[in-house]
């Protein structure tokens, strides 16, 4: 007689257990959300170790020209990261349909885009020595250096931009780690030869230079054979509404830190800018989802799928990462603070968990924008510009202190990701093939 020897119920739950990690580990969402975020991580580590370098080695004074130059090379990415957009998807609707317009695309974009890159080398060359001279920079080439810097980041946009829409997420993400791994390892050698502030800047081109070639080799695959002519016209209207999105996300956590400098005192403000950077921390740790994100439902909705279910997964793992930062800033905000800016930023400590939240909320947002981009919804536009106008006109009419700007924050991120959500609940049930499809052109 064979005895029947019960499981216990742990045992049911250690197996469900593994079952379900194993499931996870199979799902491909996840895998390309593990893979875009450790190239993210990677690369946000390495800025971080960059200024860290520069700071150190050239001191407070010397590196303030740095840190100018850099914040100019971010202004000047905005382009690049539009142009990201409206490739990705383009290239994910080509995809879809299995048209090999990849290299038409890629070579075609190349050249039209090199005509902004050209005049904008000559205007920064035409204005080189008055830029100098207002910052006080004692030579005209690390001016000329971010010129061909922000010119060349258009062009790195273009493979970076297709490798998303054809969901190449290793070689994105290697893209992305190894610019901030060899600016950092350039700019530590430059500084150390006396370069000083045009080693700097010249770290940063040679890291452009170097992905804008793997970026090209990443793609070499599509060069054989003739392919079809893209026609670039197509993109003229998403274009408008990809600057409104990314704008606007933009101006979300920025304009706060701008308000917030202009009504508060020296310290406060000093203090808000520090927690605001904390919670773009957040922010950006989960950029990733939403670079996934953004190819996937252009896919899914060209080939009549559900891509409420894509939406509502990114959400999950969005939301599982803020989670545990979350937990960081509400179990240790002191070590975060004393860690990022030191004892001096003291009075941030109580309000470290509060902008985490922001951060969360403003991912959230961010997330659904790209949703709203992918599938070329314009109706968000004016959501989000509410949002926008919300944030500033409630840090205009309360700004006693900095707890009450943080609060006017939140309320202004959780309505417009409340109004973002009803949008998306009406919208889904009307996505099909046709929705993400541009009306053709006249002319090519």
């Not at 700071?55 to 202004?75: D, K, M, N, S």
């Not at 996937?296 to 545990?324: C, F």
Request: glycine share 10%.
């Amino acid at each position: 007689m064979i005895a029947f020897v019960p499981l216990e119920s742990a045992d049911v739950q250690r197996l469900g257990l593994g079952q379900r990690l194993a499931q996870i580990r199979r799902n491909r969402l996840v895998r390309q959300n593990l893979v875009l975020f450790s190239g993210g991580l990677v690369a946000g580590v390495g800025g971080f170790v960059y200024h860290a370098i520069a700071g150190r080695i050239l001191g407070p004074e010397t590196y303030g020209q740095v840190a100018f130059l850099i914040a100019v090379y971010a202004v000047g990415t905005g382009p690049a990261l539009i142009l990201v957009v409206v490739l990705a998807r383009y290239t994910a609707m080509l995809n879809a349909r299995g048209d090999p317009g990849v290299r038409s695309l890629l070579a075609r974009t190349v050249r039209l885009i090199a005509i902004p890159c050209l005049l904008f080398i000559l205007l920064t060359t035409l204005f080189a020595r008055p830029i100098a001279a207002f910052e006080h920079i004692g030579s005209t080439l690390p001016i000329l250096i971010l010129g061909f810097s922000i010119a060349l980041i258009w062009q790195v946009a273009i493979p970076r931009g297709i490798l998303q829409g054809l969901q190449r997420f290793t070689a994105l993400s290697l893209n992305l780690s190894l610019e901030l791994l060899i600016r950092t390892t350039v700019v530590f050698l430059l500084l150390k030869a006396g370069y000083a502030v045009s080693g700097a800047m010249a770290a940063v081109f040679v890291g452009l230079v170097f992905v804008f070639c793997l970026g090209l080799y990443s793609l070499h695959d599509h060069f054989r054979g003739t392919g079809t002519r893209v026609r670039l016209r197509v993109m003229a209207g998403f274009s408008l509404t990809a600057a409104a999105g990314i704008i606007g996300v933009q101006i979300l956590y920025n304009q706060d830190v701008i308000l917030a400098e202009h009504y508060l005192n020296g310290h406060d403000g000093g203090i808000y800018g520090g927690l605001n950077k904390i919670g773009t921390i957040l922010f950006f740790l989960t950029l990733s989802v939403s670079q996934v994100l953004f190819p996937r439902v252009v896919e899914a909705v060209a080939k009549e799928q559900h891509p409420g279910r894509i939406l509502l997964s990114s959400a999950g793992i969005l939301t599982a990462l803020g989670a545990g930062a979350l937990l960081v800033f509400a179990v240790a905000p002191g070590l975060v603070v004393g860690v990022l800016f030191g004892p001096s930023f003291k009075d941030a400590v109580p309000l470290v968990f509060p902008v985490g939240v922001i951060g969360l909320a403003l991912s959230l947002d961010n997330l659904l924008v790209q949703f709203f981009m992918a599938v070329h919804d314009r109706v968000f536009v004016p959501i989000l510009a509410l949002g926008v106008l919300a944030e500033g006109v409630l840090i205009f009419l309360f700004h006693a202190r900095v707890g009450q700007i943080v609060l006017d924050v939140l309320v202004a991120l959780v309505g417009l990701l409340l109004l973002l959500t009803i949008r998306c609940y009406l919208l889904l049930p009307t996505l099909h093939a046709e929705s993400v499809k541009e009306p053709e052109p006249v002319l090519t």
